[in-house]
């Protein structure tokens, strides 16, 4: 009988020759494994587990095995009794389920079904979000009855219904297990590094509770926790990197932490091994339990403060998954039943209530809407739908009820689609830490051979004891290599630098936004909320007839909207508000879908809306009119004609207008050699309008998220660093494509936390700030990489005892360890300069 099956944790041919090997290790298997796609053919006599499979390929390396089910039946599958795998078709959302992925992105976009570690660097899977929500059920009649799924009330037998709110952000795991072991570590860290300083101070108080031999004991049995429990995921990483052979920063936090603690385990139970000059003058070994514990503990830190960023960027989907309601009203012949979203099927007719969020993708059926799509579009104008026009899900309903039946549901709606682009496109960031572990990858291999080759030499050519004076020396080499400021290098200039940004109106995201803003060479801006000022608001009223003052035309104006609930009228009102313009009553009010309004006031008949109204009413347009309509229109704008009676007399210019710092702001960029375009889901008119009055370099019109998307992707293809500056939820994907995400701190939660960057003014302002701040903070990094490496590489030669033979000097550990004292001083000054940097 021959299955397939799913192998995950393999990275490269050695991977594949390695599990291939181990199945055909099994008696009675013929395997055959391939890469792309991961999987493995197995040829067996008789059926054999897939626990066996996997205690085969475990020995080898962390992989996992599991079946795939087909379809198509197994070859001699009547002969050997062995059941076909049969493909169920799951329901919609089960491609939503749990997925897992690297915070490093060891290997780019691949995610994992299950939680575990990471096969290349080790550190902890990171769950995705999803769409899947994990329904409760109740009883209407007792609500303390509470079930995971649909069924009868266990005390009344009535139907349980759907729970409204189940949509719950879940905690971060990972952040809070890393918060928990940083805070052992901290409390079982400190007392350590007390102890040892205090030796610096004459007259040590603690010598008068206790000798120094049994201090060091303490620190001992301090220390463990530390290394064993809080940190220990650090060497396991370490122990992965050598394995994987990806050399990185935990390689050589684990080699020089974990020799400096062994050094230190070894100098306390055989101190008589040492030589003298390795002694203090109370006779004990100088040990370094404080160096490895406080290494290990900083660089915790700075693991915490990774897993902040990247709960921040789960957060992003966390918004968009809000938009997503929880339950719908499915209409069932004449009655109406409340059902979960995820029960939702194509074809299923659902009644949208007033004001309730659109459940799935469809088409109306029966009524009218209202529907306020701006997180598709960005757009602030709600939309008018009628029969047959599509809805989206997520968006919002007006003031009106109507059916519409369900055509996309799950995974294929428009909301969904958004969800997953962000996801793909946040997997495809670089991990903040590329430079140190660049730097590391070439680094550790070459202070391992050195280590070597000084216990070698010292072997062999050194004086008696010479095979202690090689340890130490070899161990001298190694603690003066570890960089244990290289964990904090890039955090601490984050952290500064994030400080100095805040102040400057300038939020950051991470260290990697940085270091790429200082390189954009092509500024994407989205024109609603970036550009504009957002919202829908009166430009202008203007009369065409001399009977008719501009202040009657508008006092007329908010007299009709005054009884309509079109949002549009919210913005007449707003104006005639601010020009102290009262609301009179109106009679035979009416609201003519997709025209306008009419009604009487006192005893002239108007009508507010566009030409068909005109029309319906038979109101006289005159030449001159149409003209200035028109003109308006061009530019993208709505305008709404006002009659009395048979004559037009007026109209109403509704906008967005472009906020007064924008077109100084685009200048100054311009000047600054990037190229500034803008991304919009408007129309053609009022984008090339936008894009002339601005004097931008380009601008494309009637864009859906997935085209801002695409068209980012093309001028990454091109070569180009792409910044993306947006404040809508139709924003999301692209921002997380984009080289650096820029939103407006007046926009959308989801806008926000799918940027890098995020201005809190919304202000293009800002912009140019952020480029100040990223040259800054970079060259900060720079300098704190070689604080966190200069100490240690210039301490390499005398480590090594290279001025022995000449000099008779050796470099102590203790010496050794003070340096790497003075590189985390260094990196800490330096960061603190970012302070004082001028931002303007």
């Not at 809508?728 to 989801?750: E, F, H, K, R």
Request: net charge neutral; proline share 5%.
């Amino acid at each position: 009988m021959k299955h397939t099956y799913k192998i995950t944790g393999m990275t490269c041919q050695g991977c594949r020759t390695k599990v291939e090997n181990a199945l055909n290790s099994i008696s009675g298997v013929s395997a055959e494994v391939t890469l792309e796609p991961a999987e493995a053919t197995i040829t067996m006599d008789k059926h054999i587990s897939t626990e066996k499979l996997q205690g085969a390929i475990s020995a080898v390396g962390n992989y996992t095995i599991e079946m795939i089910n087909h379809a198509v039946k197994t070859e001699n599958q009547h002969s050997h009794g062995h059941a076909t795998p049969v493909e169920v078709k799951p329901p919609y959302h089960s491609d939503l389920g749990d997925k897992y992925y690297c915070p490093m992105h060891c290997e780019g976009e691949k995610t994992y079904d299950k939680p575990g570690n990471c096969p290349v660097c080790g550190m902890d899977l990171l769950k995705q979000p999803s769409l899947k929500k994990d329904v409760k059920y109740t009883c209407p009649m007792h609500p303390e009855i509470i079930k995971d799924g649909p069924g009868s009330c266990p005390i009344c037998g009535m139907d349980l219904v759907p729970m409204a709110g189940n949509l719950t952000e879940e905690e971060d795991e990972t952040y809070g297990k890393l918060l928990r072991k940083f805070k052992i570590a901290a409390f079982f860290t400190a007392p350590i590094f007390v102890i040892a300083m205090t030796e610096m101070i004459p007259g040590n108080p603690l010598f008068k509770l206790m000798d120094l031999q049994y201090w060091n004991w303490v620190q001992l049995g301090l220390s463990i926790p530390v290394v064993f429990y809080a940190t220990w995921m650090f060497f396991e990483r370490a122990w992965r990197s050598v394995v994987t052979w990806n050399l990185n920063m935990f390689t050589l936090i684990g080699i020089g932490a974990g020799v400096a603690w062994l050094f230190s385990l070894v100098a306390l139970l055989f101190p008589d091994v040492f030589p003298d000059q390795f002694k203090t003058h109370h006779g004990t070994v100088y040990v370094y339990f404080e160096a490895a514990t406080v290494i290990l503990t900083l660089v915790l830190l700075g693991q915490l403060l990774e897993a902040k960023a990247h709960g921040r960027t789960n957060s992003a989907i966390k918004e968009l998954l809000k938009l997503a309601p929880n339950n719908a009203t499915k209409v069932v012949g004449d009655k109406e039943v409340l059902v979960s979203i995820d029960d939702i099927q194509k074809g299923d007719m659902l009644r949208v209530k007033p004001g309730e969020k659109i459940p799935v993708d469809g088409s109306i059926k029966i009524g009218e809407g209202t529907i306020d799509e701006s997180m598709i579009s960005g757009e602030p104008i709600p939309v008018e739908k009628k029969p047959g026009d599509k809805v989206s899900s997520g968006t919002i309903n007006g003031n009106r009820t109507f059916v519409m039946l369900a055509e996309k549901v799950g995974s294929e709606t428009l909301l969904s689609q958004i969800i997953e682009m962000v996801n793909s496109a946040s997997r495809s960031k670089a991990p903040i830490q590329k430079m140190a572990d660049k730097i590391s990858g070439y680094f550790v291999p070459v202070v391992v051979l050195i280590a070597i080759a000084t216990f070698a030499i010292w072997a062999i050519y050194g004086p008696e004891p010479a095979y202690v004076y090689a340890f130490v020396n070899a161990i001298a080499v190694l603690i003066i290599a570890c960089p244990c400021a290289l964990g904090l290098a890039t955090p601490m200039s984050v952290m500064v630098g994030v400080g100095k940004g805040a102040q400057s109106g300038v939020l950051i995201k991470n260290a990697e936004s940085l270091e790429k803003m200082n390189a954009i060479e092509v500024l994407v801006i989205d024109k609603t909320g970036t550009v504009t000022e957002g919202k829908p608001s009166v430009e202008k009223v203007v009369s065409v007839n001399p009977d008719y003052s501009e202040k009657d035309i508008l006092q007329r104006i908010v007299a009709l909207n005054g009884s309509s609930e079109h949002p549009l009228a919210q913005a007449t009102l707003k104006y005639g508000e601010e020009n102290k313009i009262g609301i009179r009553p109106i009679s035979n009010f009416e609201a003519v879908t997709g025209k306008g309004v009419t009604g009487v006031l006192g005893d002239e008949h108007l009508a507010l809306g566009n030409q068909r109204l005109m029309e319906h009413v038979k109101a006289e347009i005159t030449s001159e009119l149409e003209g200035q309509v028109k003109e308006a229109q061009k530019q993208g704008k709505t305008v709404s004609y006002l009659s009395v009676g048979n004559k037009a007399v007026g109209f109403v210019v509704i906008s967005d207008k472009i906020k007064e710092s924008s077109a100084a702001a685009i200048h100054k960029l311009q000047q600054e050699g990037l190229k500034v375009i803008m991304f919009t889901g408007d129309n053609e008119d009022t984008a090339r309008a936008v894009s002339g009055t601005l004097n931008l370099d380009g601008f494309k019109a009637g864009m859906l998220p997935e085209d801002k998307l695409n068209e980012i992707k093309k001028l990454q293809a091109e070569g180009k660093k792409v910044a993306m500056a947006g404040d809508g939820i139709n924003d999301a994907p692209a921002l997380s494509q984009a080289d650096i995400g820029i939103a407006m701190g007046t926009g959308t939660d989801v806008a926000i936390e799918s940027a890098a960057i995020t201005l809190v003014k919304g202000d293009l302002n800002g912009i140019a700030k952020a480029r100040q701040l990223s040259h800054k903070v970079m060259g900060n990094i720079k300098g704190n990489l070689f604080f966190a490496l200069g100490y240690n590489v210039l301490g390499i030669p005398v480590a090594t005892g290279i001025l022995y033979p000449v000099f008779g000097i050796l470099l102590s550990p203790m010496i050794a360890a003070l340096a790497m004292s003075f590189s985390s001083v260094s990196v800490i000054l330096n960061s603190l300069r970012l302070r004082g940097a001028k931002i303007d």
